[in-house]
């Protein structure tokens, strides 16, 4: 799993100096270009579109450093729509793989970006997402006891509290009575409990989507690229869409369009995509592309915590859980 790298997300925009840009169209200009050069992680192309001032406030590495942790944390942009424009300066909403983000670009007089700010979105409809609950009765996806790593409301007990779509995951994974994830050295995949667990369907549902084809991580390393890795999306009868992401290379067993069944398996646990050791990412969100979807608050219908039986219960940081059968 991974660690929330950006807290701070200013790079230096500077305040409007009140001159007039002669050509409107450069905003758009740079605004593509910017996204262009982030898709393409082309970092070093970002910084030559700074103004010199900018650049000496803002070296190279910082630029690097910066959009590389967010390209890791985010995923590529998907799209964006301009929200605000003034003479010298544009806001954009932009649509991260994870997550909704302002872009603010702030040019100089001649056309080069002078401040560059990417900071969270706080639009009206971010401040009114509606709270949901699955309808579904689910139970957990695997046998044996796991051990949640990142679930709850708070950001102290789930990271992913700031996505949109994924406020409501988890990331479990399988720990031993020492606190450990892996025997050994923990250096290759297999040394981990989770790698190889088999996963399965927590209700009777619809395959809505399948990615394939996605490498395992060599343990420690991430594939920001691929933010979800070999990925199954089932959709239940209440229009829930349930995503388990970082299955094994070549484990999927169901296809696209397929009906499952409850305890029925999907695949086997593994290390794709963004993370950095086996584990189960698991969310339900609100439509199938996680891109603009809301996220569904995950109750479990009856389970085992910590050795005590709870029903219609959603699991918290630092707990154990099993299925009471």
Not at 97 to 103: A, K, S
Not at 165 to 185: V, Y
Request: aromatic share 10%; proline share 4%; glycine share 8%.
């Amino acid at each position: 799993m991974k660690q929330l790298l950006l807290f701070s997300f200013l790079l230096g925009l500077t305040s409007c100096n009140g001159q007039k840009e002669k050509d409107p169209v450069k905003k758009d200009f740079h605004v593509n270009a910017v996204i262009d050069h982030y898709n393409q992680e082309h970092y070093d192309s970002i910084f030559n579109l700074l103004s010199a001032q900018s650049k000496e406030a803002l070296p190279l590495e910082k630029i690097v450093e910066f959009f590389s942790g967010l390209r890791k944390e985010e995923g590529a942009i998907e799209k964006f729509e301009l929200a605000e424009e003034k003479a010298d300066h544009a806001r954009y909403k932009t649509f991260f793989q994870n997550n909704i983000y302002w872009l603010d670009i702030t040019l100089t007089p001649s056309g080069e970006i002078e401040g560059l700010l990417v900071s969270r979105y706080d639009g009206p409809d971010q401040k009114t997402i509606p709270y949901r609950r699955n309808e579904t009765k689910l139970s957990l996806p695997f046998s044996g006891e796991w051990f949640v790593f990142w679930g709850g409301d708070t950001e102290d007990q789930n990271y992913h509290v700031v996505s949109r779509a994924q406020k409501n995951a988890f990331d479990i994974l399988i720990m031993d009575e020492n606190e450990r994830t892996h025997k050994t050295n923990g250096k290759i995949n297999e040394d981990f409990y989770a790698f190889g667990q088999p996963l399965a369907a927590p209700c009777d549902a619809e395959v809505v989507s399948v990615i394939e084809g996605v490498r395992d991580n060599i343990p420690g390393e991430m594939n920001p690229g691929q933010v979800t890795g070999n990925t199954v999306v089932l959709k239940t009868a209440a229009n829930e869409y349930i995503l388990f992401a970082h299955f094994k290379l070549n484990s999927i067993k169901v296809k696209k369009g397929q009906l499952v069944k409850k305890g029925q398996l999907l695949g086997l646990c593994g290390n794709s995509g963004n993370s950095s050791e086996p584990h189960l990412h698991f969310h339900i969100q609100d439509q199938e592309n996680m891109s603009g979807a809301t996220g569904i608050k995950c109750f479990f219908d009856s389970l085992l915590v910590n050795g005590a039986l709870r029903s219609d219960y959603s699991p918290i940081k630092g707990e154990r859980i099993k299925n009471p059968h």
